[in-house]
């Protein structure tokens, strides 16, 4: 109905209301709402939280590993100036990531403790997004797979993303094709990445050198606040998911998917 003069006319135009498309049906929204569904009885009131926070990282998580194949995508392609656009987008979610911790820190620990029983044996272990993230951003496959028996979907989705290749392999094929190295070996990269370092002729490189560096970084700044959050919920408890908990979480936090790049560190001088 348009309101044309103060009078009320029929537009043909417009579509009938139930095929109209509303903030709702766009969005989904009643399906989203529908997807928050507590288990513990009696009734825990942060429950809800919990789920929340969960669901809007893996939701995250899924921006995530789309932003990362469109990385790994136009790095192969050499094209640097696009790669920087995705790695402000990601760095950027990574902050929201790191931060949302925050909310779930005004849940105690006793009132943690109200519902945590009910989540066993489930965990964050078992978050197959989380996993894909690390291994496109370099972690061997092989190592995942002894999760595979936990979900049945995870094994074809795991050998599906070897054909993405992986952040780290696709910098170290820029570098061949660069012809800063003329094979891949750990000596190798880091003499080429002082040679980055040190050389202005190399400043885009060195640019996303930073960046990868900015990446790894806030991946294990994740870690560090998990953890962080961890020891402070369940102290020194075992993980829901049978792991020691802050124990095995915390060998975690050697991982680095660029390790060259934080080894060269100790050996860089002034440059240029
Ligand atoms: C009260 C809140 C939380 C507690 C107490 C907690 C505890 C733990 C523990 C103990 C583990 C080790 C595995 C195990 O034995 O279960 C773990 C792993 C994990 N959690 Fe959490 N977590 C919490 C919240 C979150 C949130 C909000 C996320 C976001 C997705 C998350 C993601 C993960 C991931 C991805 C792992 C696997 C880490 C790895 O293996 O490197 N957790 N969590």
Known sequence: MNLVGGKA?????????????TYSSYLKIKELLSLQNPIATPEAHDELLFIIIHQVYELWFKLILFELKSLILSLGNNDLISSFHTF????????????QLDVLETMTPTDFNKFRSNLNPASGFQSLQFRELEILSGASIEDYKKFAPLEPE??????????????????????????????????????ALLEIYQNPKHHDLQTLCEALMDYDEQLLLWRYRHVQMVERMIGMKRGTGGSLGVAYLSQTLSKRFFPELWEIRTHLSPGY
Do not use: C, M, Y
């Open 154 to 191: 995870w094994l074809p989705k795991l050998n599906q993303l070897q054909s993405h290749g992986s952040l780290s392999e696709t910098f170290k094929n820029l570098l061949l094709k660069r012809k800063l190295i003329p094979q891949i070996d750990s000596d190798l990269i880091q003499k």
């Open 88 to 99: 402000k987008r990601v760095s950027a979610i990574f902050k929201v990531l790191i931060q």
């Open 9 to 21: 006319t029929l537009n043909p135009k417009i579509p009938s209301p139930e095929k109209e498309l």
